[in-house]
């Protein structure tokens, strides 16, 4: 699967058996446009897995995708493998934030980070088919450039900002809203 900058994700068949050889006729299967323009980051939660009976692996035969776009939008598609995969975009948010969102990450259990070249952190819940804004911060790094998470720690995790300099941030499970400074 890839994320491009006309808005839609692809999706490819990766070849049983590469050995040596390098493949570079891969052909897209399927195209969906799920912003208006680029797709500038993607987190991939698995919803529900399957067990391959020839190479006894878990692959995930439904997952969501989480995106974040030029288009100050973020949205959450359901993806479904089977031999006919389907996709459905769930959730969407056409202003979530006020310039770009270049991160997005999963915090378990329907919850959500975004942040954007705003310099917001936003706090999101998936609640059916609406996406909640339950927080927001302000960060202190320009020209955000994404997030990513530094430690699981269960009573609290922390995340790193990142852009023209960076920052770090925490989050408390235990915590209604969750973020802290």
Known sequence: MTAATDGHLGFFHIPEDLGDNVVTNWTCFKKVQVHQSGILCLCRVPVESTTSCLRYLM?????????????????????????????????????????????????????????GIDQTIKFWRLDGEKLLCLYKCHTCVPDVGGIVEISAETAKRRFVVFGTGMEMIAWNPARENGLLG
């Open 59 to 115: 692959i995930a035969s439904k997952v969501l995708l989480f995106t974040g776009g030029d288009d100050n939008a973020i949205c959450i598609t359901v993806v479904t493998f089977s031999p006919d995969m389907s996709t459905r975009r769930i959730a969407s948010v056409p202003n979530a934030h006020a310039s770009s969102i270049t991160g997005v990450l999963s915090l378990g259990d329907m919850r959500f980070l975004s942040c």
